[in-house]
């Protein structure tokens, strides 16, 4: 059964330089070695078996696929949408052009383009993510096949041995 | 010079919402005009804060500042690239995005996406500023030139106003339990499964009158489940209490009501918890990584990986011996002063004048 034999082999940092560090941990250490004796704790493989099974697997998917790991950025930034800012290069008049057509922007816009716009956003960013999860299934599905074909080919060299 | 902040999102109750707030009050009393803007602004928010598509044009003045404070990816950061005024990044630190990955795609990929804006972000920032050193560690990392970044921590001001639930208190705390506390989203970078697991063993061997109290957003349903699995399959579903976001008063009420603060998490670029729980008098055990050594400083315990049985014994010490609790919670009360609200303040008065006259 392994023990804490000495501090260095502890996971705890007391930086605090008015607690006795060495203290705490040798009391901690006697208290192990007596709960331990007790069968106290539970086994640590069964705090690791409770988790393990758990945890979505996920040794087969990176993102590694430069290409079209690029091109869902540049979607996700064009998916944004923003409403269109006037300006007007006439002379004199020009500032009430663009105040007439703000005015109108305002309202229109507030009320009627906007929402359309977030609407719109929102349904990018969702078309963008299941993409995004298309390819993460790509790349499990590519890694399988690699393994499956290296285990085909290492029982394909067995049986020509044989 | 007017002064724009452009956020995600503005919330009650949500920690860079607290610091845009603080930020903006101290930037009007010093004279500068200021607007707020964001994408999603809580109802609460809404007399205060702007919709971010209306600063577009308002950053087009060259005598401008616009602060932008990225904590997750929103494609506003654009408006940051466009400004043409002088531009503070406060980078508020985003997970790496393996620890999302085969829970959340969605999550994992604006994570992706947010660490690639951020080499674009630092790339035109006059300045960037990061709310832990940890964090301006990162800006550097990402390519921000080391001259034009500096360490802003958040402003914490606001601590302790809201008062605890008596009621509750009284009923959290009236059984004699021991409380355990941890208080964040419910997401697998911040190791709740560890923390369970660290938990059952201190429960079931060392004290089984102890309950777990995990505050935060459980806004991530596979893993959610998974938890919940895990506590039965470990004997504490009825031991682990899953309380979901809460009021800043009940949030007060926990604190109150807690003898340990443990931290199992894997990242934190601040962690204002850390804090909150060194201001309201709870000892901290927290795991040794990413920026919280630099937050709790010599206070705390800290622990490197997961040895159970010591880190469980250690949790017990804390909570049992007087001496030791005592003597810990005095050296938080002192690292608190780090984070001194006149000190936050005279730093951004430094960095606004920096950014100011250049």
């Known amino acids: 059964m392994k023990t804490i034999e000495n501090t260095s082999q502890t996971p705890l940092e007391i930086r605090d330089p008015s607690l006795d560090s060495a203290d705490i941990l040798r009391r901690i250490e006697s208290q192990i070695s007596r709960r331990r004796a007790e069968i106290k704790y539970p086994a640590a493989d069964e705090l690791q078996a409770a988790w393990l099974p758990l945890v979505p697997d996920t040794t087969s998917v990176r993102i590694d696929d430069d290409y079209i790991f690029q091109l869902l950025k540049e979607l996700t930034v064009d998916s944004y949408l923003q409403e269109v800012r006037f300006s007007s290069s006439v002379p004199m008049v020009g500032w009430l052009i663009v105040a007439i057509r703000r005015a109108w922007n305002w309202m229109s816009t507030r009320w009627y383009v906007l929402p359309a716009l977030k609407q719109q956003t929102r349904y990018n960013e969702q078309v963008i993510i299941s993409m995004y999860r298309l390819l993460q299934s790509n790349l499990a599905l590519q890694q399988q096949m690699d393994e499956l074909r290296q285990q085909l080919s290492k029982l394909e060299n067995a049986s020509g041995s044989e | 010079m007017r ?156 601590f302790g ?54 505050v935060g957003s459980t806004g991530m349903p596979a893993y959610t489940d998974a938890l919940f699995k895990l506590t039965q399959s470990l004997g504490v579903s009825d031991r682990v209490v899953f309380t979901g976001r809460v009021s800043d008063t009940l949030l007060t009420t926990y604190y109150r009501a807690a003898d340990l603060y443990v931290i199992a998490s894997y990242h934190e670029g601040f962690c204002v918890p850390a804090v909150e729980s060194m201001y309201f008098g709870v000892p901290v055990l927290s795991r040794k990584t990413t920026a919280l050594p630099e937050t709790l400083g010599d206070a705390g315990i800290l622990f490197t990986h997961l040895g159970y049985e010591p880190v469980a014994e250690m949790a017990h010490l804390l909570v049992s011996d007087s001496e030791i609790r005592d003597r810990v919670i005095k050296k938080q009360k002192e690292q608190l002063q780090t984070f001194n609200s006149a000190r936050v303040e005279n730093k951004l008065r430094q960095f606004i004048d920096w950014v100011d006259v250049r």
């Open chain 2, 3 to 158: 002064v724009f902040q452009l956020t995600n999102g503005m919330m009650a109750g949500d920690a860079v919402s607290n610091h845009v707030l603080e930020i903006d009050a101290r930037l009007r009393r010093w004279g500068y005009n200021t607007d707020i803007f964001a994408e999603y602004i809580a109802p609460e928010m809404e007399t205060r804060v702007r919709p971010d598509t209306e600063c577009a044009d308002l950053l087009k003045d060259p005598n401008s500042l616009l602060i932008y404070h990225l904590s997750i990816y929103n494609p506003n950061y654009r408006y940051f690239l466009q400004a043409r005024g002088k531009r503070i990044l406060v980078y508020h630190n985003i997970t790496p995005a393996h620890f999302f990955h085969g829970w959340d795609a969605r999550l994992e990929m604006q994570c992706v996406l947010g660490r690639e804006a951020l080499k674009e972000l630092v790339a035109v920032a006059d300045l960037s500023l990061g709310d832990s050193e940890y964090n301006r560690q990162e800006l550097v990392q990402a390519g921000a030139p080391l001259e034009k970044t500096g360490v802003l921590p958040i402003f914490l001001s606001d």
């Open chain 2, 161 to 214: 106003a809201q008062p605890a639930d008596a009621a509750q208190l009284r009923q959290l705390t009236q059984k004699n339990t021991t409380n355990w506390l941890t208080v964040g989203r419910v997401v697998p970078s911040k190791g709740i499964h560890d923390l369970i697991r660290l938990f059952s063993v201190y429960q079931r061997a060392i004290n089984a009158d102890a309950i777990l109290y995990i």
